[in-house]
């Protein structure tokens, strides 16, 4: 097991460097005059060139990387280009708001999922002929719609809940859970269908296997098997399924915490973009990556401890 995630964390190391070498060439090369970006049209040439060589960009762009990478591996990210408040800063005060949302989102969808999922796939019935249609209605609305009617009934119609974030740093517990519950219901809305299509499919693949039939011939109960064998079994497929959403749902905050008015990720990743600081754009880039690498380590961990044949391919 200790070879097996050893082998994923080399992987995971590899495409971290991959990224982080594509994006920032890419953000360099497509960005133009950055200094004059910065400093705007009205700037004479030689102030462009003293800005040029303050933020580094008179030099080759390979030893521009290297310096980077140098400065990222011991903390430091740079600073914005426009507030100079450290990126490594404005991360730390963001990620909470953006990483409390995903994961208690993800939390109620993998529990919704897998109760309807697992109940479909036993039950059959009416619940079962629901369950692969209602996706294609969930996945033709998007979130952000979702998040507006939400908005509007919930919160403005219905006053039960704030219609924007009242999240600050010296913020309550109430605050918190009042300010994410819209947010977290949206995104669980838009995903526990989809993540209940797949946990069923593959519930009612487990219990078509041979061996469940001879289980039930040993006379073993049907809840035994369910829930010592079946679930066991089903469980990778679940775990991939969910681990794909909550990789899509990384982008789909950027668009909900706008909405809502949350202080995440996604508001410094839109108005870094519009404005090339390329800094912030590179902190959150990797910020994203290394969560991804990391879900993907305990996905796979996770599904080598459920199937050892995992950690032998």
Partial sequence: MIRFIAKRLGSGLVVLLVVSALTFFLLYMSSGSIARNILGDQATAEQVAMKEHELGLDQPLLTRYFAWVADALSGNLGASWFSSEPVANSLATR??????????????IAICAALIGVFAAVKRG?????????PIIGDSVPGFVLGVILVTILAIQLALFPATSTISPDAGADAWVYSMSLPVIALLINGVTGGAQQIRSAVIKQLERDYVRTLRSRGIGEREILFKHVLRSAAPAGLTVLSLQLIGMLGGVVIIEQIFALPGMGPMAVAATGQSDLPVVMGVVMYTVVVVIVVNLLVDILNGWLNPKVRVS
Avoid: G
């Fill in 95 to 108: 990620i909470p708001v953006t990483m409390t949302m995903v994961f208690a989102a993800m939390i109620l």
């Fill in 126 to 134: 009416w619940v079962d002929r629901l369950v692969p249609v209602v």
